[in-house]
């Protein structure tokens, strides 16, 4: 079976620093995406990991610890339109699809 | 450039009719994937095509699903005997030849009186 566990809640302020994390539990694995999404939006494609260590883009950073079987969405610089959900995903199998945890909501307050 | 495109953006239906979805994915992108997103979870996998072929269906609930792509480009999801737990977003993505990054199309949401 495959599992991906995210927290369900994130609040934090502007200018703050927030880490989302996800563990997961699958076979198959080529990699680690996370998609951030705002309410009634598309998913929106953030970083992908697929060896370990930390890819940096602008003000969102992802961890990926393949032995761990966890990885973390850093985002620095909090503002207010990083309000969304945010969702950890594995790519898995010859279809490299994507198996989504159920998502962090972040709140940034101001 | 041009992004995933889905038609039609909201799709209202009543219990046991037919419904069509469309995906135009982005140019070149040969990978092509469905998910379907219900409120407040993270989207599912239902079927993935390699061009014109579909490669991987393994997430399609049952046989009133069936999805198409016969040029290899535009794809269609086609949901028969419409049922109430059918209601929820569908979501279309590509990818380029050899990478692994999806980009999603906005969905279409279906909703199944």
């Known amino acids: 079976g495959q599992s991906l566990e995210q927290p369900s809640e994130v609040t934090a302020v502007e200018g703050a620093i927030v880490q989302i994390n996800c563990t997961y539990q699958?076979?198959?694995?080529?990699?680690l995406s996370w998609y951030q999404q705002h309410d009634g939006g598309a998913p929106t494609f953030l970083s992908y990991?697929?060896?370990?260590g930390l890819e940096e883009t602008g003000r969102f950073s992802s961890f990926l610890s393949r032995s761990d079987s966890y990885g973390y969405l850093l985002l620095q610089e909090l503002q207010m339109k990083d309000s969304a959900s945010y969702f950890c995903?594995?790519?898995?199998?010859?279809?490299?699809?994507?198996?989504f945890g159920s998502g962090t909501q972040l709140t940034v307050l101001p | 450039g041009a992004g995933v495109s889905q038609t039609p953006s909201n799709k209202v239906t009543e219990k046991g009719k037919y419904v069509e979805l469309r995906c135009d994915p982005i140019?070149?992108?040969?990978?092509l994937y469905w998910y379907r997103q219900s409120l407040g979870q993270g989207p599912e996998f239902l079927i993935y095509?390699?061009?014109?072929?579909?490669?991987?269906d393994s997430g399609l609930p049952n046989d009133r699903f069936f999805a198409v792509r016969p040029e290899g480009s535009v794809s269609t999801l086609k949901i028969q005997r419409t049922e109430r737990g059918d209601s929820a977003v569908y979501l279309c993505?590509?990818?380029?030849?050899?990478?692994?990054?999806?980009?999603f199309g906005p969905g279409t949401r279906l909703t199944v009186l």
């Open positions: 095509f390699q061009g014109t072929g579909a490669a991987d």
């Open positions: 140019s070149g992108h040969t990978a």
């Open positions: 995903a594995v790519i898995k199998g010859s279809a490299r699809q994507l198996t």
């Open positions: 993505a590509s990818s380029s030849p050899g990478l692994d990054t999806q980009y």
């Open positions: 990991n697929a060896l370990d």
């Open positions: 699958t076979s198959g694995f080529y990699g």
